[in-house]
């Protein structure tokens, strides 16, 4: 029966571990390349350290890039437009190069945030 009840204690301590911690924020290593929107919005509300705006500004270098990839990938389906169906897909063609010219302003706006998360970072080191 001690055997048994041993087992129940560490039953129960272990389902405290993985209900309570969560809800305390302690073990939660989100890193900023998988950050949704909400996360995003809770760290600049939180931001105070340097680390903090750091973190911030690396979110958005990591966003930035995802963008890029997403216009170069615009760019070539537009160019296989262009190859293998010019008259009939100009449409399509222009279209993907709009899209690609988008996400590279895109790009940009997000490498300027990051800019600004970093000075914040200098800021509040100083």
């Given amino acids: ?8 204690h560490r039953l129960i301590w272990l389902l ?3 209900l309570i ?27 105070k350290t340097p680390q903090d705006h750091l973190r911030i500004a690396y979110y958005y270098t990591v966003h930035a890039g995802r963008l890029d990839a997403e216009a170069k990938d615009h760019l ?19 279209y993907c190069r709009a899209l690609a010219s988008q996400y590279s302003e895109m790009a940009q706006k997000e490498r300027e945030l990051a800019e600004i998360h970093e000075d914040m970072a200098k800021q509040a080191s100083q």
């Fill in 1 to 8: 029966m001690n055997h048994l009840s041993r087992k129940g």
């Fill in 76 to 94: 070539e389906v537009g160019q296989a437009y262009h190859e293998h169906a010019p008259r009939r897909a100009a449409a399509a063609e222009a």
């Fill in 16 to 18: 405290a571990v993985v």
């Fill in 21 to 47: 911690l969560p809800a305390l924020g302690v073990g939660q290593t989100k890193t900023p390349e998988s950050w949704t929107t909400k996360d995003l919005k809770q760290a600049i509300s939180n931001a």
